[in-house]
Nanobody
Framework: QVKLVESGGGSVQAGDSLRLSCAVS????????MGWFRQAQGNERAFVAA????????NYAEAVKGRFTISSDITSNTFYLQMDSLKPEDTAVYYC????????????????WGQGTQVTVST
């Protein structure tokens, strides 16, 4: 069983930065994919970024390219989402997720989910 615990959300102003963390307990392998998704009020959960533990494949949603960076620390089984130049439209609940094997950006493909953390960006 894999358990994910998120941290790092908060309220910031436009242009600020935040870093979200997701601690993973349980077995992961190099082909495991870690992902970040977000859900704004009234919207469906949407893909933000994903990366294989091996680092071979990384993908970002167009809306965050150049501003967000997904990374990982295999030694501590933790992955991160560095969010820079935040905009009000980035306001959402952010979820980390793990897909046991293979790479995907689809919400439905992920096997395990964190509890979600609120990110609020004001003007």
């Amino acid at each position: 069983q894999v358990k994910l615990v998120e941290s790092g959300g908060g309220s910031v102003q436009a242009g600020d930065s935040l870093r979200l963390s997701c601690a993973v307990s349980g077995r992961t392998i190099l082909s495991t994919t870690m992902g970040w998704f977000r859900q704004a009020q009234g919207n469906e959960r949407a893909f933000v970024a994903a990366r294989q533990w091996s680092g071979r494949i990384t993908n970002y949603a167009e809306a965050v390219k150049g501003r967000f960076t997904i990374s990982s620390d295999i030694t501590s089984n933790t992955f991160y989402l560095q969010m820079d130049s935040l905009k009000p439209e980035d306001t959402a609940v952010y979820y980390c997720a793990v897909k046991r094997t293979g790479f995907s950006t689809s919400v439905d493909a992920y096997d395990y989910w964190g509890q979600g953390t609120q990110v609020t960006v004001s003007t």
